[in-house]
């Protein structure tokens, strides 16, 4: 009887694992469900176009590329952001440099100097250390 017991516990666990494996199909793999019928504004076409619109003229505005492409704005960022992952420089002034920017500035310093010198072809250096 325990044995008996054992079987239909296994087989309600099957049938359990699989249901659930099935709401997780459905729930999931949304390319596998039909369309709503709303028709699509980011295809691939849209995509391509935007992307176009920005290698021609980088420095062009969102507004500008919204009217050329006759998207909304909304829809434009979110090609640049989501798909192209493009986002917005803004560069950014200060007054005078603080005591906190000296290891970004000496690291920046020591890397330009390593790439552009000449000296460091000439210098030799040895692990070995002389005492007189």
């Not at 044995?3 to 596998?32: G, V």
């Not at 935007?50 to 590329?65: G, H, P, Q």
């Not at 006759?70 to 986002?87: D, F, G, N, P």
């Amino acid at each position: 009887m325990g044995a008996k017991l054992m079987l239909s516990d296994s087989t309600i666990f099957q049938i359990s694992l699989k249901s659930s494996e099935m709401n997780f199909r459905e729930l999931f793999f949304t390319d596998q469900k039909e369309d709503c019928g709303r028709p699509k504004i980011r295809t691939n076409e849209a995509i391509e176009n935007v992307r176009n619109l920005i290698e021609e003229a980088s420095r062009t505005f969102i507004r500008v590329s919204v009217q050329q492409t006759e998207m909304s704005y909304e829809t434009c960022q979110k090609i640049r952001k989501k798909k192209l992952h493009l986002y917005v420089y803004q560069p950014t002034l200060v007054h005078e440099l603080l005591a906190v920017d000296s290891p970004q500035r000496v690291e920046e310093w020591f890397l330009n100097t390593i790439n552009n010198d000449e000296t460091l072809n000439y210098t030799f250096y040895s692990d070995k250390a002389w005492f007189h």
